[in-house]
């Protein structure tokens, strides 16, 4: 008597049982179903198209050798695949497909979605049982274009936003990385460009989440046996916005599933945006697959902002406090925090609550008093071997060659500001500081001493010079 495909299919799932790991069998094999089996070949009803991408790509050999156990050499497996279960049309619209194990000659297929099967998703972002039929994008509405200071630091990665937010999915920029280091502006801009979409294109499916929040909504859907309608979700996006990517690594269940829902958006021509602590050839613990497909598109840093920028950023969110601050604060400020904008701004509202907590203006002074758990540097020295390297650092001439014999105009210029500027902020005496400089004797000083004088006296553009070194001291 020959077998039913029940009994095949359960004659096949007791060998891959014994051959996989039971949690990974209870996912992905005990939701299969035998439907029929026609001579050789045997047909199984997996509940999507992602059961059936992720069973190629994943069990296509232990299920060629299982069927070809159970049913010979010349045993072929096909798949019966739903799309969606929860159609009012009565009856689930399946397709059937054929397991790239049978042959060569078999190719994967493209499977058409039904427009009925957005109606009825789950959003993971909103408490279960209540319909929503607006996603959510997820953004926070500060982080604009508008808010978002442009400079040599991050010019290329704004650009880029731009095209993206103008083109999504229509551009080489696809994906789009941005990476960079903490505090830098890498959630700010990847919001700016989801907002600007659905600013001029409000039909638009956007979605921002974290790769920690994403992983987590996986293993709820994995517990509450729910992972179709969360991968068909966000495969039913336009643009993806995937925060700090680096924390996929060790993630191996998770890196696969988005690899296919990235794969999915890509060939869809959706847009994808990632942002990452670091450039994707250094991200550790992540499949080379899911690398190779975040290089596809442009990876664009963000780097410290100079101090222009720093100082650009301070304004603007002043402007949009509605508060002035004296400009020689704004400078202190921007001139100590100098890599972390997340600090910068952070420092500017202690500034603020501890002036309105003290009833006092804002000037230098408490700047300097109520920033000390910020700027590293306020207690720093004034000492001549620090004057020294901010003299020559300004002038861009090498510290040793101060202190050398050389007679070349640029180094006896540095080093006589140097001198001059060590008798007027330290409490050195002549002979030491003309000891400091080269061993020379105290009439080198004082002649110094007396040429910067006569200089800034005279002479316009060296006056500027002195002027914006004493501004760099006054910050220290």
């Known amino acids: 008597m020959e077998k039913t495909c029940t009994e095949v299919w359960k004659d096949c799932l007791q060998i891959i049982k014994d051959n996989i790991p039971t949690q990974s069998f209870k996912t992905w094999f005990e939701p299969i179903s035998a439907l029929k ?57 399946t397709t059937n497909m054929p397991s790239n194990g049978n042959g060569a000659e078999a190719k994967r297929q493209s499977m058409p979605i039904p427009v009925s099967i957005n109606k009825d ?225 952070g420092a500017m509202v202690s500034l603020l609550a501890q002036s309105t907590l003290n009833k006092k203006d804002i000037d230098l002074a408490l700047a300097k008093q109520m920033l000390k758990n910020f700027i590293k540097n306020t207690s720093k020295e004034i000492s001549m071997e620090y004057i020294q390297k901010l003299v020559c650092e300004y002038f861009e001439v090498p510290v040793d060659m101060v202190k050398s014999q050389t007679r070349k105009r640029e180094i006896v210029q540095a080093r006589q500001i140097s001198m001059y500027l060590s008798k007027s902020h330290t409490k050195s005496s002549l002979k030491t500081i003309g000891a400091f400089f080269g061993g020379r004797d105290h009439s080198t000083v004082i002649y110094a001493c007396q040429t910067v004088e006569d200089l800034i006296d005279t002479d316009k553009k060296f006056k500027g010079y002195v002027h914006d070194i004493q501004k760099k001291l006054k910050m220290s």
Request: aromatic share 10%.
């Open 121 to 345: 998703i789950k959003n993971p972002f909103i408490i279960p049982g209540l319909k929503k039929l607006n996603v959510d994008p997820q953004l926070n509405s500060n982080y604009t274009f508008e808010n978002y200071i442009e400079g040599d630091c991050n010019r290329l990665a704004r650009s880029a936003g731009y095209a993206v937010a103008a083109k999504p999915g229509g551009t080489s920029f696809n994906p789009l990385m941005i990476y960079g280091g903490v505090g830098l502006g890498k959630t700010h801009l990847a919001q700016a460009i989801g907002n600007e979409i659905k600013r001029n294109m409000p039909d638009k499916l956007v979605i921002y989440v974290s790769c920690e929040k994403f992983c987590q909504q996986f293993v709820d859907s994995l517990k509450n046996n729910t992972i179709n309608d969360f991968v068909n979700f966000y495969q039913a996006m336009d643009v993806i916005i995937m925060d700090d990517v680096h924390n996929f690594a060790g993630k191996e269940k998770t890196q696969d599933i988005f690899f296919h829902i990235f794969n999915h958006l890509h060939q869809s021509g959706k847009q994808v945006i990632l942002s990452s602590d670091k450039a994707p050839k250094d991200l550790a613990g992540l499949e080379e697959r899911l690398l190779s497909r975040f290089k596809w598109g442009l990876s664009a840093d963000l780097q410290v902002p100079d101090l222009e920028t720093r100082i650009a950023i301070l304004r603007k969110k002043m402007y949009a406090d509605g508060i002035e601050l004296p400009a020689e604060v704004v400078e202190y400020v921007a001139h100590n925090i100098d890599n972390n904008v997340r600090e910068l701004e």
């Open 37 to 93: 089996l026609e001579g050789k070949v045997l047909t199984i009803q997996v509940p999507s198209l992602f059961f059936y991408e992720w069973l190629e790509e994943h069990y296509v050999g232990l299920l060629r050798k299982t069927v070809k156990k159970q049913l010979g050499d010349e045993g072929r497996l096909e798949y019966n695949i739903v799309v969606d279960k929860s159609s009012n049309s009565g009856s689930p619209y």
